[in-house]
C-alpha cells in the first residue's frame, strides 16, 4: 500500500527556469494539498485540489505558481521563472476526503541557483 | 487564517525522561488537531491526532491532550527514546475548513 509519491526528491534550477513538481497521492485519496517548509519553520499552506478542480489557492502566489490535478495523472504543482526564493522544500499530502487526516509525501527539495 | 503558536522551539532530554510539547491556537472553531513527526530529509508523519469532543488520547508511549477552553494541546511521549529524536509540529484545522496551520516545530533530542 504506497504511500504519497512526490519526484523528483530533488530538484536544482537556475533563476528564470520553470521547476515541475509532481504528486501522486495515496490509493483511495481524491483530495491533494500542497504545502511549503522554508529552512527551520512550519509548513505553509498554499493549494487544496480535487480531481479537474483548484478547491482553494489562498496559500500559493498570484504570480508564476500554478497547480493542476487532472482526471487522470499526478497533481503538478509549477513554478516559473524561478528565483532564489522559491527554494525549498515543497511537500504534497492527501486525504480521503476533505477536513480528513492528512498523509504526506516525502516532498521534493528545490534549490534555486 | 488560524494562529497556532508552538513550545518550546528545541528540547533536549535524557533517554527514558518525558517531553512535552504545547501548542496553543487561536480560532475557538478549530476541531481537528494533528501532531506530525519529521525526520531529516523526510515529509511529515502524523503520528496522532485528537479531535475537540475528546479530551485525551493515547496510543502506546505518545499521548496529546485539549483543553478546549484554554484553547492549548499538548504532546506527551514517555520513556523516550534515541528513536524519538526529530522534530515534531503541531497544527490545527477550523472547522469546515481543510487546510493545515502548523505551528513553528520543536526539535526533540534524546540523549542516550
Known amino acids: 500500500n504506497a504511500g504519497v509519491m512526490q519526484n523528483p526528491r530533488h530538484l536544482v534550477r537556475r533563476r528564470g527556469q520553470e521547476a515541475r513538481l509532481r504528486c501522486s497521492p495515496m490509493?483511495?485519496?481524491?483530495?491533494v494539498y500542497w504545502y511549503r517548509q522554508l529552512p527551520e519553520e512550519g509548513l505553509k499552506f498554499m493549494v487544496y485540489?480535487?480531481?479537474?478542480?483548484?478547491?482553494?489557492e489562498s496559500g500559493m502566489p498570484k504570480e508564476r505558481f500554478s497547480a493542476e490535478f487532472p482526471k487522470e495523472g499526478p497533481s503538478i504543482l509549477r513554478i516559473q521563472q524561478v528565483v532564489r526564493g522559491d527554494s525549498a522544500a515543497y511537500f504534497c499530502?492527501?486525504?480521503?476526503?476533505?477536513?480528513?487526516?492528512?498523509?504526506f509525501g516525502p516532498g521534493t527539495r528545490l534549490t534555486v541557483l | 487564517g488560524e494562529n497556532v503558536e508552538q513550545h518550546p522551539s528545541t528540547l533536549s532530554v535524557q533517554e527514558g525522561d518525558s517531553a512535552v510539547i504545547k501548542c496553543t491556537y487561536s480560532?475557538?472553531?478549530?476541531?481537528?488537531f494533528p501532531w506530525y513527526k519529521q525526520e531529516l530529509g523526510k515529509g511529515p508523519q502524523l503520528i496522532i491526532d485528537?479531535?475537540?469532543?475528546?479530551g485525551e488520547k493515547k496510543d502506546q508511549r505518545i499521548a496529546v491532550t485539549l483543553n478546549k477552553t484554554a484553547k492549548h494541546f499538548s504532546l506527551h511521549i514517555t520513556e523516550t527514546q534515541p528513536e524519538d529524536s526529530a522534530v515534531y509540529f503541531c497544527?490545527?484545522?477550523?472547522?469546515?475548513?481543510?487546510?493545515?496551520?502548523f505551528g513553528a516545530g520543536t526539535t526533540v533530542t534524546v540523549r542516550a
Open positions: 499530502a492527501s486525504s480521503i476526503g476533505g477536513a480528513n487526516e492528512q498523509f
Open positions: 490509493k483511495g485519496h481524491s483530495h
Open positions: 485540489l480535487q480531481k479537474e478542480n483548484i478547491i482553494d
Open positions: 480560532d475557538s472553531a478549530s476541531n481537528y
Open positions: 485528537i479531535r475537540s469532543n475528546v
Open positions: 497544527a490545527a484545522l477550523f472547522s469546515n475548513d481543510y487546510k493545515l496551520s
